[in-house]
């Protein structure tokens, strides 16, 4: 495993990244900011600056999901365009949109079915975006 992170490149995991990051921003504040606010029952709520947390955690947890992705697209081999989409559509949808579904169907969510209608395609397009910078910058 020690191996395996050291053949990362490391440039491409901040290069990935920066790209959800980047996306998530835009997602979350441009494309969807008043429907996210409203699915989550806030769109009241005057625009506040959000709390470091709120930008921080997304960024590390970003983080984490892109080294786990690029340490498996590494023991698998991945190398070409269609690998990296596949992987990413995999990840995307099977791990990532299902996990956060999962997290949202819960009494505390207002409304979880448009809550993931929302965020889903956001994880879904940020692993195959991920990917395929990962596969570009070997």
């Known amino acids: 495993m020690l191996d395996s992170m050291t053949r990362i490149n490391w440039l491409a995991v901040l290069a990935a990244t920066f790209a959800a990051t980047m996306l998530g921003g835009v997602w979350f504040t441009v494309l969807f900011g008043k429907a996210y606010a409203s699915i989550l029952g806030r769109a009241h709520d005057p625009k506040a600056k959000p709390a470091p947390l709120f930008i921080l955690g997304p960024l590390v947890c970003s983080l984490l999901t892109i080294i786990t992705s690029a340490l498996l697209m590494k023991a698998l081999d991945l190398s070409s365009v269609g690998d990296a989409m596949a992987f990413g559509g995999v990840i995307g949808l099977g791990y990532l949109v299902a996990t956060m579904a999962n997290t949202a169907i819960n009494p505390n ?30």
């Open 109 to 138: 969510m207002p409304r979880p079915l448009m809550y993931s209608l929302v965020s889903g395609p956001y994880f879904f397009l940020m692993s195959i975006i991920s990917s395929l910078i990962l596969v570009a910058m070997p």
